[in-house]
């Protein structure tokens, strides 16, 4: 029997145990293919068990006619979850959940000091707050996530989203970022923040810097983490406190966890 002969309902149940990019490869094949690709039994196994309750956060209503625009409306763009303090997005390939933890979900030292941070707002960004760095010499900010909220048995990384204008003391300037799971894998390096590479000191020669982002901000992949799926949490720190210099203009969006790109 050759396999497009095979009722749609049964061409829908092998699809559906492939991955979004196959389904949407396999589409092309033939008629029985697409309308098969088409049908919500393939793309409800693609959307996560708990998506009702995640996109039930939203304050905006997703209403979709079917499941596979509701899958391809949360992979091109994240929607805003818990308050304004994090946003959820599936990657668009495999389905996997990313989800960014607001500056406002974060542990700031000095944050709600107006001296030292300030709370505003940016036409860039997913949330309602940013972060803005007045001054400060000792930057501290941690965030730490549930790692049952995450795709199990998936390899993931930590990204430090934020910009920066007319920033002052991150120049030549080493920054400490770690990711630990609790009681597991950890991991810290040493980066510089600043994107210009300019006449780089000694110091913060060869060190990873940051990269463009499309939505207008930069990110620095701060570590990595293998998700289980058991019942941990995953800490993320961005730490600056050696140096004893002032510093300003940095605008923080949050810390994004999402799978990390294979090479």
Known sequence: MEFQGLPEGCIASILSRTTPADVCRFSVV?????????????????????????I???PSPLNYPS??????ALSDRPIVIDQ???????????????YMLAARALSIIWGDTEQYWNWTTDPNSRFPEV???????????????????????TQYAAYLVFKMIDARGFHNRPVELSVNVFGGHGSTKIVCLDP??????????????????SDGWLEI?????????????????????????????????????????EN
């Open 196 to 213: 210009n590479e300019e006449l780089p000191h000694r110091r913060v020669e060869g060190l990873q810097r940051p990269n463009a982002r």
């Open 131 to 153: 972060a803005e760095l007045r001054d400060v010499c000792w930057l501290e900010i941690r965030g730490v996530l549930n790692t049952l909220v995450l795709s199990p048995n």
């Open 30 to 54: 033939s008629k029985i293919f697409r309308s098969a690709a088409e049908s919500d039994a393939v793309w409800k196994r693609f959307l996560p068990s708990d998506y009702h309750s995640i």
């Open 221 to 261: 992949e701060m570590g990595e983490f293998f998700n289980t799926g058991l019942d941990d949490e995953v800490q993320m720190s961005v730490v600056e406190t050696k140096g004893g210099n002032w510093k300003s203009g940095l605008f923080i969006e949050g810390i994004e966890v999402k799978p990390k790109e």
């Open 84 to 98: 304004g303090k994090k946003s959820f997005q599936l990657e668009k390939k495999s389905g996997k959940k990313c």
């Open 67 to 72: 499941k596979k625009e509701l899958y391809l």
């Open 56 to 58: 039930s956060q939203s």
